[in-house]
């Protein structure tokens, strides 16, 4: 028995020191101390969050790259964001025709690209061919990536578009052999560093 007492006595030592150490809401100022609060406070609504300049444009967003924290009341909640670290990344962006070389022969595949080459160079703008040949979903966005970091999209197709150096507006395919996959590749943008932040959100019962 006095075994048990003494561990129970330790265990709550040890968590009484652990919520001395954690810091408040207010005090908390890095990513650090944000992730000590987070795990002082277990709660599926409490996390971190990214905002990236070019993407969020909400009135929320603004107000926390310009001050750093916001406060939103509800009617049974009250939620905080405080910024815990800023950054810029280096963003991607292109335009790409998927073709599945699973549902057709090689040569099939390689005329059409040469077709949709060909077209493009003709005058047809890359936007109208995406939606007409290209079999990703993206087809519905003109074939555009939008603005992404590195890990954001397939592997593959990221290392082309990062990696290759193509002038911008060049096009340019490729194939992944052991997929039979075909991407026809617009270098629409050039790469560019985009303002982000890192977020503590926290939620308040009232």
């Known amino acids: 028995m006095p075994k048990i007492l003494l561990i129970?006595?330790?265990?709550?030592?040890?968590?009484h020191a652990q919520e001395s150490v954690a810091p408040t809401?207010?005090?908390v100022t890095n990513t650090e101390e944000a992730q000590a609060?987070?795990?002082?406070?277990?709660?599926?609504a409490n996390t971190f969050i990214t905002f990236n300049e070019d993407n969020h444009k909400t009135e929320l967003a603004k107000s926390l790259f310009s001050t750093g924290f916001a406060t939103v009341d509800g009617q049974f909640e009250k939620t905080r964001y405080k910024v815990v670290d800023r950054f810029s990344t280096i963003h991607?962006?292109?335009?790409?025709?998927?073709?599945d070389g699973n549902k057709m022969d090689a040569?099939?595949?390689?005329?059409?690209?040469?077709?949709?080459?060909k077209k493009y160079k003709s005058g047809i703008p890359f936007s109208k061919l995406a939606q007409e040949y290209s079999i990703d979903n993206n087809a519905k966005k003109n074939g555009d990536?939008?603005?992404f970091a590195p890990g954001s999209i397939h592997p593959d197709l990221e290392k082309v578009i990062i990696n290759v150096p193509r002038s911008q507006r060049?096009?340019?395919?490729?194939?992944?052999?052991?997929?039979?996959?075909?991407?026809?590749?617009?270098n629409s943008h050039q790469p560019?560093?985009?303002?982000?932040i890192k977020v503590l959100k926290i939620v308040e019962k009232k």
Not at 8 to 15: G, K, P, R
Not at 37 to 44: A, G, I, Q, T
Not at 107 to 117: D, G, S, V
Not at 170 to 186: G, P, Q, R
Request: charged residues 25%; neutral net charge.
């Open 8 to 15: 129970l006595l330790c265990l709550n030592s040890v968590l």
């Open 25 to 27: 809401f207010e005090a």
């Open 37 to 44: 609060y987070l795990d002082s406070h277990p709660s599926k």
């Open 92 to 99: 991607y962006r292109a335009s790409y025709i998927f073709i």
């Open 107 to 117: 040569e099939a595949a390689e005329i059409l690209i040469k077709t949709i080459t």
């Open 145 to 147: 990536t939008g603005w």
């Open 170 to 186: 060049d096009l340019f395919a490729f194939e992944l052999k052991e997929k039979s996959w075909y991407y026809l590749v617009l």
């Open 192 to 196: 560019k560093k985009i303002k982000e």
